[in-house]
């Protein structure tokens, strides 16, 4: 996920507090303990999620740089040195940021609406979402920033012409600055996504290492083990048939190629690593025997990848390989 935290004021709580070393804010907007979305959203802020930074008032308004969150959102009661106007809150909404990005050349906001008005007053139009969790609005003909929006979803429209502003700069400051924005995104868009399908597989597999006779259900200890690789099939990536519940040992020895599964999800030994310790003492004993399955069963063509991509043949299971 992309945030948008809109800070206009330098004094940003101080020490721990002040700027991209966390974003916060009071868990209620006043003493009579009503809630804002705009802070709420602190909440939803997951690790690894990225939040780029709108800066200063007016004229100096930009777009200035991002930052990595480095836990999820959380309420406490800690407090910050400088809470100004929020004394008043006895709790706090705050997640933990690092690695400050700097844009050599910040996005002015004057700018990012004047290049990108009709496409930004159509996506507001568009917006289904209600209550509109949104950074700026479109009042009085003119595009202007939703007073006390502190922190709003970036989707993907956003992002993309908050980058594409940049290409009124020169192709160099374009590239380092895309490349690395871009870079990071993938890397956050993957890692989520990976983790809500090593999530669905687990649930699949009711948290139990399919592998024969392994008795490991402890989701600690556990892995959504890919049968076709994440970079290898883009179609197949989120789907739970493309995957195994497996403990830590057994999915390694599944990514190495220690086993695969022939098309009746039963085990074929790959006589390659016979030498292994592992291979001799976890993976041997369950030649031929059939994976414990799931509600959806495993993809018998991503199998196919697998066992070919690991030199594995089905007649392997009748040959003396071990």
């Known amino acids: 996920m992309i945030w948008l935290e809109m800070s206009r004021e330098e004094k940003h709580g101080g020490g721990e507090w002040s700027f991209a070393k966390c974003i916060w804010a009071p ?6 303990n009503s809630k804002w979305l705009f802070w709420e959203n602190i909440l939803n802020v997951r690790k690894n999620d990225i939040v780029i930074h709108l800066r200063g008032k007016g004229e100096e308004s930009a777009f200035i740089g991002f930052s990595s969150a480095i836990s999820d959102g959380y309420e406490t009661k800690r407090r910050p040195p400088q809470a100004g106007i929020w004394e008043y809150a006895e709790s706090f909404y705050r997640a933990d940021l690092s690695d400050f990005t700097k844009f050599e050349f910040p996005i002015k906001l004057k700018d990012f609406f004047f290049n990108h008005q009709k496409d930004l007053i159509n996506y507001l139009k568009n917006k289904k979402e209600r209550p509109l969790n949104c950074f700026f609005v479109y009042q009085a003909g003119r595009l202007q920033c939703l007073n006390g929006a502190y922190l709003s979803k970036i989707d993907s429209v956003l992002f993309s012409l908050i980058i594409e502003s940049k290409i009124q700069q020169k192709d160099k400051e374009v590239s380092i600055e895309n490349v690395l924005v871009n870079e990071k995104l993938c890397e956050v868009s993957q890692r989520r996504g990976q983790e809500k399908f090593s999530l669905n597989v687990k649930e699949n597999y009711n948290c139990q290492c399919c ?8 989701r600690n200890f556990l892995v959504g ?6 970079a ?15 403990c830590y040992v057994h999915d390694r020895a599944f990514e190495l190629g220690y086993f695969s599964l022939d098309d009746e999800y039963k085990v074929i030994l790959n006589k390659d690593y016979s030498s292994s310790i592992v291979y001799e003492e976890s993976i041997k004993s ?13 993809d018998k063509d991503a199998l196919k990848v697998h066992r070919v991509r690991n030199g594995i043949k089905i007649c392997n299971i009748n040959k003396a390989n071990i």
């Not at 290898?232 to 497996?246: A, P, T, V, Y």
Request: with cysteine.
């Open 27 to 32: 868990s209620h907007k006043n003493k009579a």
């Open 225 to 230: 083990s890919h049968i076709e690789r994440w």
């Open 232 to 246: 290898d099939n883009i179609e197949k990536r989120g789907n739970i048939s493309n995957g195994l519940c497996l």
């Open 211 to 218: 592998f024969p006779g392994c008795s490991v259900n402890d």
């Open 286 to 298: 369950a030649q031929g025997g059939k994976i414990i399955l799931g509600g959806i069963l495993p």
